[in-house]
Nanobody
Framework: QVQLVESGGALVQPGESLTLSCAAS????????MSWLRQAPGKGLEWVST????????AYADSVKGRFTISRDTDKNTLYLQMNNLKPEDTAVYYC????????????????????????WGQGTQVTVSS
């Protein structure tokens, strides 16, 4: 059974940093690209970042480029999102998600895929950026 469990969300002040984790189980972690998405209060789901199955390719939304870094530890089957210089507009519930199709890669804005391209989601972790 595929399971994704996020952790690391917190209340932080603008300019601070935070690292989110997503522990994956129930599938071969190195076979699938993984993404982070977020949903701010009253808004729709927004793609944040995607990393290829072994980490060679990474893509970011323009809103987080230069501030966020996605990574994965294939030994620990864990996905990470390092978030620096956080802004109030980064406040959202953050979700990790698994691509449905194995060995699928993407680049740049092409990684902003529709929800139907994912077949597993975590429960979400709340990030609040406020002074």
């Amino acid at each position: 059974q595929v399971q994704l469990v996020e952790s690391g969300g917190a209340l932080v002040q603008p300019g601070e940093s935070l690292t989110l984790s997503c522990a994956a189980s129930g599938f071969t972690f190195t076979t699938y690209s993984m993404s982070w998405l977020r949903q701010a209060p009253g808004k729709g789901l927004e793609w944040v970042s995607t990393i290829s199955r072994v980490g060679g390719n990474r893509a970011y939304a323009d809103s987080v480029k230069g501030r966020f870094t996605i990574s994965r530890d294939t030994d620990k089957n864990t996905l990470y999102l390092q978030m620096n210089n956080l802004k109030p507009e980064d406040t959202a519930v953050y979700y990790c998600a698994k691509y449905k199709i194995p060995n699928l890669t993407c680049s740049g804005a092409g990684c902003n895929r529709p929800d139907k391209d994912y077949d597993a989601w975590g429960q979400g972790t709340q990030v609040t950026v406020s002074s």
